[in-house]
């Protein structure tokens, strides 16, 4: 059997570019933990509990995944778990600095865990969460960017 990957992230939304690094991963891993930052630092759009049901709504029927959250260091999260390997998404050059930073932290603190960067597909290169939201707050069409039903709770967010 495959190892587990890990592919942490706030997914505030989720889009089709997260989507699309989770089948990019299960093509490599055998199992892949989603693993949904409740982060205190940061004001998300969506509750907790809101982006864990777009997550699992959205991977439902796909094998090979889990969805939870998590709150802490994602190396602990990945040791408690039997996790050797994190997932992150580069989509730009702009990606790189922080990820890159990023990953020599987490070697720092847990040298038997590696991060192992990859490219969501060439459709989904410049989708972010954060313009994703954008378009959905001056009320554009997000078809391309996200799952229907992600849309929707977006223009209920901001009342469209």
């Known amino acids: ?7 942490p992230g706030s997914f505030d939304p989720l ?29 998300p759009l969506f ?8 997550v699992k709504k959205a991977l439902r029927g796909k094998r090979g995944i889990s969805v939870r959250v998590f709150d802490g ?12 390997t994190i997932i992150r998404g580069l989509r730009a050059t702009s990606d790189f600095d922080y990820e890159f930073q990023m990953a020599l932290t987490n070697r720092t603190l847990a040298k038997d865990i590696d ?9 989904h290169l ?11 707050r001056y009320g554009g069409n997000l078809q391309k960017f996200v799952p229907k039903f992600v849309g ?3 223009r209920k967010k901001f009342e469209i």
Do not use: C, W
């Open 1 to 7: 059997m495959k190892e587990k990957a890990l592919y």
């Open 15 to 43: 889009t089709y570019g997260h989507m699309d690094l989770v089948d990019r991963a299960l093509h490599i891993f055998g199992e892949v933990h989603v693993a949904i930052a409740s982060n205190q630092e940061k004001t």
């Open 47 to 54: 509750s907790t509990e809101d982006r864990l049901e777009m």
């Open 73 to 84: 260091l994602i190396v602990d999260y990945a040791r408690k778990n039997g996790i050797k």
């Open 115 to 123: 991060t192992i960067f990859l490219m969501p597909s060439e459709t």
């Open 126 to 136: 410049y989708l972010s969460s954060r313009l994703v939201k954008e378009i959905a």
């Open 152 to 154: 929707e709770m977006l």
